[in-house]
């Protein structure tokens, strides 16, 4: 696209049906951006904008200007050069914002069709990242499979959505699940998600587990926030059970969407995710967990120095806020910063640096939309508010991300690796000075990528849903 026609064709309607165009409606009443295209644009740039009687909106080539502002700049106050009047008297700033996801969509969309993906099996030598690699499935068999931990025996442990958790000895899965495991909500995304060891596991045996906990109100049967609670494994039985993390009844939320959740430890405390449970506005509210990441001991005490300990209007556990559905985690190995991805709306998927005290925005700012076509909001960016390191529009649905630490793969050490489920793809981030430098994508098209770490071989471990398997990266030589 030589030059954003989509303003000319709104235009060009406005002529036709009166000389000025009706005022936008306010923001609360912003349309469905999808609907204005296809009855408004349609006719002149195509169905999914690939042209027609003006060029294709698709090949990301602009005249005046490509970035996301030069775009809503040139639909809201037009290009009279080219004979495009002003289009802010028709659609709202939010509505305008939305109408710029929805080009890059189309645009991502389009040029993904044309590109050919890495999609490794067990048979197949692919080459990605500087590495030649196949893919193994290593075990078979599972039920949503969620979040995946090495014990240093050699058995594995696998987390099941509905509220298993298994145990892989030898390569082979056990045919029962571990026995008095916590009861969970198992609605929707909830369930039995992430699992994980003591950095001293060898001495004290305890395992971590977060799961969605069903609340007690018996009127609403899908009340739920997420939980942790940590105990050891005996004779394939869950034992020594201690809660580690649970809200009070009263903050629980209904719906079976946003739990989080994910662990990471660091000398004595224990980083978690809790997504904001689809109450937007949950996010913002200092006194409710969901929407953020949170700071205790490992033990479950909370630190006195938390950024909201002692306050009384706050939950004294959160380190940061404004999170909407934070499903990955992890510590840089050389820096110590903490690094999470959340799940946007439609389109505005975040890579932040969590850091103490700080508001992420959501839902005041976000790069993306409703799911249903209309806007969120007009605004990407607010002082006193952070900004993602990077964000990905449209949304490839992020989820696990892993810093490697191994030399099977030297070329990849202390890379991010990034998960992406509706993307079905696994990423490598090269960051340096706390900004992504380089990004590609190592495979696509395997199944929803959901967990990925690595082994105690130093191979790297993906959990992939449809199909449900765990699935390891081994060198090609």
């Not at 080539?61 to 802010?88: C, V, Y």
């Not at 068999?141 to 987390?159: I, Q």
Request: charged letters at 25%; a neutral charge.
């Amino acid at each position: 696209m030589k030059f954003l026609s989509l303003v000319a064709t709104l235009t060009l309607l406005c002529a036709l049906e009166s000389t000025t165009c009706a005022a936008p409606p306010p923001p609360g009443q912003s349309r469905d951006v999808s609907k204005l295209y296809e009855l408004h644009c349609s006719s002149c740039h195509g169905k999914n904008m690939e042209g027609g009687q003006t060029e294709s909106m698709l090949d990301d080539t602009w005249k005046h200007g490509g970035d996301d502002a030069s775009l809503a700049r040139i639909i809201r106050d037009g290009f009279e050069q080219n004979g495009m009047p002003p289009w802010k008297q028709e659609l709202n700033e939010a509505e305008i914002r939305a109408m710029v996801v929805l080009i890059r969509e189309k645009g991502t969309q389009a040029r993904m069709q044309k590109t050919e993906y890495v999609q490794p099996d067990e048979n197949k030598v692919v080459e990605s990242g500087g590495h030649q690699f196949r893919m193994k499935t290593v075990v078979k068999n599972l039920e949503t499979p969620w979040s995946m931990a090495f014990l240093p025996d050699g058995r594995w442990l696998v987390t099941e959505l509905p509220g298993r958790l298994r145990v892989v000895d030898k390569g082979e899965l056990l045919e029962r699940p571990v026995t008095g495991t916590p009861k969970v909500l198992a609605v929707g995304q909830g369930g039995l998600m992430e699992v994980a060891l003591h950095p001293d596991y060898r001495k004290n045996g305890w395992i971590y587990l977060a799961y969605s906990d069903p609340g007690t109100n018996a009127d609403r049967k899908d009340l739920g926030m997420t939980a942790i609670v940590r105990g050891r494994l005996k004779d394939n039985a869950w034992t020594d059970q201690q809660t580690i993390f649970k809200a009070p009844y009263a903050l629980y939320r209904p719906g079976g969407v946003h739990f989080g959740c994910r662990l990471v430890f660091d000398n004595g405390y224990l980083y978690f995710s809790i997504g904001e449970r689809g109450h937007m506005q949950d996010a913002q509210d200092l006194t409710r967990p969901n929407g953020k990441v949170h700071r205790i001991f490992d033990d479950g005490r909370v630190p006195a120095d938390n950024p909201f300990a002692g306050h009384p209007d706050a939950f004294p556990t959160i380190w940061s806020y404004g999170n909407r559905n934070p499903q990955g985690l992890d510590l840089h190995p050389e820096t110590g910063d903490l690094w999470e991805v959340e799940h946007g709306p439609r389109g505005g998927d975040e890579l932040n640096l969590i850091e103490k005290g700080r508001n992420y925005g959501w839902p005041v700012i976000t790069y993306g939309m409703n799911y249903d076509g209309r806007p969120i909001t007009d605004l990407t960016s607010k002082p006193g508010l952070e900004q993602p390191v990077i964000h990905w529009t449209p949304s490839i649905a992020v989820c696990a991300i892993h810093f490697y630490r191994a030399e099977v793969f030297p070329k990849w050490r202390h890379n991010l690796l990034v998960t992406a489920l509706a993307q079905q793809e696994l990423r490598r981030l090269v960051i340096k000075d706390r900004k992504v430098v380089e990004q590609e994508i190592l495979f696509k098209n395997a199944g929803r990528v959901r967990d990925v770490t690595e082994g105690p071989d130093g191979l790297i471990y993906v959990i992939l849903n449809k199909p449900d398997q765990v699935c390891r990266l081994e060198p090609a030589s």
